[in-house]
């Protein structure tokens, strides 16, 4: 069955990074992007951007550009979000999410058939 | 940049009929998902392509589109469904940037 573990909780001091990953379990974890989807507290799902795990080619919301880095190994099938220079407004539970491409008559629709349980990362001084 | 909207909430009594909206300029472009998540839950897929129900899916969730709105309809609402909700998209353009609505408390009275 499809599986998506991400890494434990985390505590980090305003200006740091946090690195958060994803590990892939029952499926070819080459054949799915991978999205990452935040969500700040009693707040709503925001999208951070996507990778491709086959080509490593990413694409990210334009509010993270310059802070996100996505990346994978794919020897180990775990995909990696790294979020750099935290704020306190960057306090949220972080998901994977798998994506389910719906492509029909050359348009392509993303959209998350498996999340995985989430890491609480929260910035604090 | 593209925004989906949805009202804050809504609320029904058992058994009665819920409906969520979300509009979106794309949304006759694009396909609509739903996602169903309650507290302390990661999000799970209830609709997909506008109005297709995932296996597993109780068959009282349902969908529906009409130009820029599309609607997620609970028929027979029972006290488990009270949840937040929320639509998700993508924009027109090809890049594959993702969307998601505000989202959507559903109170069952």
């Known amino acids: 069955q499809v599986q998506l573990v991400q890494s434990g909780a985390e505590v980090k001091k305003p200006g740091a990074s946090v690195k958060v990953s994803c590990k892939a379990s029952?499926?070819?974890?080459?054949?799915?992007?991978m999205h990452w989807v935040r969500q700040a507290p009693g707040q709503g799902l925001e999208w951070m951007g996507w990778?491709?795990?086959?080509?490593?080619?990413?694409n990210y919301a334009q509010k993270f550009q310059g802070r996100v880095t996505m990346t994978r190994d794919t020897s180990i099938s775990t995909a990696y979000m790294e979020l750099s220079r935290l704020r306190s407004d960057d306090t949220a539970v972080y998901y994977c999410?798998?994506?389910?491409?719906?492509?029909?008559?050359?348009?392509?629709?993303?959209?998350?058939?498996?999340w995985g349980q989430g890491t609480l990362v929260t910035v604090s001084s | 940049s593209y925004e989906l909207t949805q009202p804050p909430s809504v609320s029904v009594s058992p058994g009665q009929t819920a409906r969520i909206t979300c509009s979106g300029d794309?949304?006759?472009?694009?396909?609509a998902y739903w996602y169903q998540q309650k507290p302390g839950q990661a999000p799970v897929l209830v609709i997909y392509?506008?109005?297709e129900r995932p296996s597993g899916i109780p068959e009282r969730f349902s969908g529906s589109s009409s130009g820029t709105t599309v609607t997620l309809t609970i028929s027979g609402v029972q006290a488990e469904d009270e949840a937040d909700y929320y639509c998700?998209?993508?924009?027109?353009?090809?890049?594959?940037?993702?969307?998601f609505g505000g989202g959507t408390k559903l109170t069952v009275l």
């Open positions: 029952g499926y070819t974890f080459t054949g799915y992007y």
């Open positions: 999410a798998r994506d389910r491409l719906d492509c029909t008559n050359g348009v392509c629709s993303p959209h998350f058939d498996y």
């Open positions: 392509k506008d109005s």
């Open positions: 990778i491709n795990p086959n080509s490593g080619g990413t």
């Open positions: 998700q998209s993508a924009d027109s353009s090809g890049t594959l940037y993702v969307v």
């Open positions: 794309a949304l006759p472009k694009q396909y």
